[in-house]
């Protein structure tokens, strides 16, 4: 590689990350690997262009190949997703849900967001967000027993606060979310529904989580979760609001757009559309399933008792370590994950009783029900005998000697 010889210090770095990629379980859930010709399209010539503007709409010569990129992007998206209207051109998913925010709502105007314990997003409304900055927001959350949403609770609320907008959709929740029953609940106050499927959006195409469409009437994604893009954000709708999202993400709120990232959204969205994909997302599902009943059966207690998608939630106030010394211990033993809030939590964001698990990134790398039971005890033994610096090193030859049995082929997806 060229980059060897003209920058070896960045060039080092990279190589270090490979090194990491390849003998680490990811098990953060919003991670995934993408396949070379999704790391090729991002690489490419594309990162030159400058293209302002929309297809046939730019503010800058040369875009006749860039337009036709763009335009493959949005079909693509559209026929993925059965909608009338996409935009590929948020740099993130937080982008995308500010875009739709400002299209729509006044400054101030009230919002109800999931509240971030309950497993919201930060730009659902957090107060250190530009969402909860900007507008009112009026969090809900699930309920205490059940860990579950509550949607007749959740009606209740709507009613009092009349919010101009709710925001459903979650970065940790682990059941299905009933996008019906929110979009009923949005109409008994003449509210907008948005649906931010950041991390179930793979599992949704390919019909293993119901779709928004037409219940929410603005859809936000990130392309690089489940459905294994590359990292950028995604805005579909209707139509009838195409106008007014086109000219929020540019020029209210972007500049110029990432062809290269637009051209791997479009190689993207094409591999979505495989069967192997569907394939793929099935394993995904089982996987967590897999892993999450390997936990319990090892004394773990998991939030809502289990899973239905890509993730789980561990709670770890049982095993007396925090889900910040938990997520350091296991990152030392080779298995990446992300300490997590779980609902009312009693700690804060940075210390959390909780860690999140997800299975999209192991799954892409071919492991299956097998390696989940694995995986189960591999972090219930670092858990467990963190005391024992023997056991340690014992987690960490088996992570490696896992990981060298599933080796990171991008050339395979
Ligand atoms: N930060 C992402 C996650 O990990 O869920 C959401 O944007």
Same mark, same amino acid.
């Given at each position: 590689?060229?980059?060897?010889?003209?920058?070896?210090?960045?060039?080092?770095?990279?190589?270090?990350?490979?090194?990491?990629?390849?003998?680490?379980?990811?098990?953060?859930?919003?991670?995934? #690997? #993408?396949?070379?010709?999704?790391?090729?399209?991002t690489g490419s010539v594309l990162t030159n262009k400058y293209a302002e503007g929309y297809p046939g709409k730019r503010y800058y010569g040369g875009c006749k190949f860039v337009d036709e990129i763009e335009r493959l992007a949005v079909e693509r998206a559209k026929e993925l997703f *059965?909608?009338?209207?996409?935009?590929?051109?948020?740099?993130?998913?937080?982008?995308?849900?500010?875009?739709?925010?400002?299209?729509?709502?006044?400054?101030?105007?009230?919002?109800?967001?999931?509240?971030?314990?309950?497993?919201?997003?930060?730009?659902?409304?957090?107060?250190?967000?530009?969402?909860?900055?900007?507008?009112?927001?009026?969090?809900?959350?699930?309920?205490?027993?059940?860990?579950?949403?509550?949607?007749?609770?959740?009606?209740?609320?709507?009613?009092?606060?009349?919010?101009?907008?709710?925001?459903?959709?979650?970065?940790?929740?682990?059941?299905?979310?009933d996008f019906a029953a929110f979009r009923k609940i949005a109409d008994s106050v003449n509210a907008y529904l948005m649906a931010d499927i950041a991390h179930i959006a793979g599992l949704v195409v390919v019909g293993l989580h119901p779709s928004p469409v037409g219940f929410a009437h603005?859809?936000?994604?990130?392309?690089?979760?489940?459905?294994?893009?590359?990292?950028?954000?995604?805005?579909?709708?209707?139509?009838?609001?195409?106008?007014?999202?086109?000219?929020?993400?540019?020029?209210?709120?972007?500049?110029?757009?990432?062809?290269?990232?637009?051209?791997?959204?479009?190689?993207?969205?094409?591999?979505?559309?495989?069967?192997?994909?569907?394939?793929?997302?099935?394993?995904?599902?089982?996987?967590?399933?897999?892993?999450?009943?390997?936990?319990?059966?090892?004394?773990?207690?998991? #939030?809502?008792?289990?899973?239905?998608?890509?993730?789980?939630?561990?709670?770890?106030?049982?095993?007396?370590?925090?889900?910040?010394?938990?997520?350091?211990?296991?990152?030392?033993?080779?298995?990446?994950?992300? *300490?997590?809030?779980?609902?009312?939590?009693?700690?804060?964001?940075? =210390?959390?009783?909780?860690?999140?698990?997800?299975?999209?990134?192991?799954?892409?790398?071919?492991?299956?029900?097998?390696?989940?039971?694995?995986?189960?005890?591999?972090?219930?033994?670092?858990?467990?005998? =963190?005391?024992?610096?023997?056991?340690?090193?014992?987690?960490?030859?088996?992570?490696?000697?896992?990981?060298?049995?599933?080796?990171?082929?991008?050339?395979?997806?």
């Amino acid at each position: 590689m060229k980059i060897k010889q003209t920058d070896p210090e960045v060039s080092g770095w990279i190589e270090k990350e490979e090194e990491r990629l390849a003998f680490t379980l990811e098990l953060i859930a919003s991670e995934n #690997v #993408v396949s070379e010709a999704v790391l090729e399209a991002t690489g490419s010539v594309l990162t030159n262009k400058y293209a302002e503007g929309y297809p046939g709409k730019r503010y800058y010569g040369g875009c006749k190949f860039v337009d036709e990129i763009e335009r493959l992007a949005v079909e693509r998206a559209k026929e993925l997703f *059965k909608v009338d209207y996409a935009n590929v051109q948020p740099h993130s998913g937080t982008q995308a849900n500010m875009a739709v925010l400002l299209s729509i709502l006044k400054i101030g105007d009230r919002i109800m967001g999931m509240s971030l314990d309950s497993g919201g997003h930060l730009s659902h409304g957090a107060s250190v967000s530009f969402s909860g900055c900007l507008f009112e927001n009026h969090p809900y959350t699930v309920n205490r027993k059940t860990e579950l949403l509550d949607y007749d609770e959740i009606a209740r609320q709507v009613k009092q606060v009349k919010p101009g907008m709710i925001i459903c959709g979650a970065s940790s929740y682990p059941r299905v979310i009933d996008f019906a029953a929110f979009r009923k609940i949005a109409d008994s106050v003449n509210a907008y529904l948005m649906a931010d499927i950041a991390h179930i959006a793979g599992l949704v195409v390919v019909g293993l989580h119901p779709s928004p469409v037409g219940f929410a009437h603005f859809i936000t994604s990130t392309t690089h979760k489940t459905l294994r893009g590359p990292r950028g954000g995604l805005i579909l709708a209707g139509k009838e609001h195409g106008h007014l999202l086109n000219r929020m993400i540019f020029p209210g709120i972007q500049g110029g757009p990432l062809m290269h990232v637009i051209a791997a959204k479009a190689v993207a969205f094409k591999e979505a559309q495989r069967p192997e994909f569907r394939d793929y997302q099935v394993q995904v599902v089982k996987n967590s399933r897999c892993l999450a009943e390997g936990l319990e059966k090892r004394g773990f207690r998991l #939030v809502t008792g289990g899973t239905d998608n890509h993730l789980l939630l561990v709670d770890l106030s049982h095993q007396n370590i925090t889900g910040a010394e938990a997520e350091k211990l296991l990152e030392s033993t080779g298995i990446s994950t992300n *300490k997590n809030m779980i609902p009312f939590d009693p700690l804060d964001a940075i =210390r959390t009783s909780g860690l999140r698990l997800g299975t999209p990134a192991i799954t892409s790398r071919g492991m299956k029900e097998g390696q989940m039971e694995t995986i189960a005890g591999l972090i219930s033994d670092a858990i467990i005998f =963190r005391a024992d610096p023997a056991k340690i090193s014992d987690v960490k030859k088996r992570v490696k000697n896992l990981c060298r049995k599933f080796p990171l082929n991008s050339r395979k997806l």
